[in-house]
């Protein structure tokens, strides 16, 4: 592989890993408006009790998801042995998985938001996304620091 194709490889990692927060937040985001309609909202303690089966529900499946996301993410490791599209593939499946963990952060704020109809949780769990998205950003030198862990 060139110097080139490596630094082509890396702005494609990139890429992706740019475009993957505002899609998965924005997926997030629908799936909470669609069901925000139907969670029980009111001022009499009937209607929150209703909401908190789902709430559970959504409180079980959040760390098992998780769990099962990270335990594929530890799994994946790189073989010098591989040729370096194959590691550069394996790490592209890495950030991707990396960022589907990562974006689960932003579920309790839309979660309050299914429940507040506060603004300020949305806005709060797109900073959540943008603070992560800016700060775990792949380059060519974390490339380097995974392909030799």
């Not at 309609?37 to 959040?62: F, H, K, M």
């Not at 591989?82 to 991707?96: A, D, I, K, M, Q």
Request: aromatic share 10%; with cysteine.
């Amino acid at each position: 592989m060139t110097d080139a194709d490596f630094h082509q490889a890396i702005r494609r990692i990139r890429w992706v890993h740019w475009y993957h927060y505002p899609v998965q937040g924005l997926l997030m985001g629908a799936a909470v408006l669609v069901t925000s309609g139907r969670a029980a909202v009111g001022q009499t303690v009937e209607p929150q009790l209703a909401t908190w089966p789902a709430l559970l529900l959504l409180g079980v499946l959040v760390p098992v998801v998780s769990i099962c996301l990270y335990m594929v993410y530890k799994y994946m490791r790189p073989n010098l042995r591989h040729p370096s599209e194959v590691n550069l593939r394996t790490y592209l499946g890495r950030v991707f998985l990396r960022n589907s963990l990562l974006c689960m952060a932003a579920l309790p704020l839309l979660a309050s938001y299914a429940i507040t109809h506060k603004p300020f949780d949305l806005l709060a769990s797109a900073g959540v996304l943008l603070a992560l998205s800016w700060r775990l950003v792949p380059t060519a030198k974390t490339y380097q620091r995974w392909l030799i862990s």
